[in-house]
C-alpha cells in the first residue's frame, strides 16, 4: 500500500512507525523502526542534537524530515 502525500508534521512514535512497518504489532514496529535509526549513525546523531532522547514519545517535524530523508518515505 502506498502513502499518499506523506506529510511533515508531528508523529507519535507509534504513529510514524505502523507507517514504516503496517503489518507489525505497534510495540514490534516502534522497534523495528527505532532499529533502522539507531543504525543508520548520522540520522542518529542528528535526531540526539535536536533533542531526541529514548523517552521522547514522539517526533517533532524537523525530526521527521530527517528520518526521512535518510530512511525515504514509509510506503
Request: overall charge positive; hydrophobic content about 35%.
Amino acid at each position: 500500500m502506498m502513502i499518499e502525500d506523506f506529510k511533515i508534521r508531528t508523529y507519535t512514535k507509534k504513529e510514524l512507525a505502523l507507517m514504516y512497518f503496517p503489518e507489525s504489532y505497534p510495540r514490534t514496529a516502534v522497534n523495528h523502526l527505532m532499529a533502522w535509526i539507531r543504525r543508520c549513525d548520522p540520522l542518529w546523531e542528528k535526531l540526539l542534537k535536536m533533542g531526541y532522547c529514548k523517552t521522547s514519545k514522539s517526533f517533532s517535524p524537523k525530526q521527521v524530515k530527517a528520518i526521512v530523508d535518510y530512511l525515504g518515505e514509509p510506503g
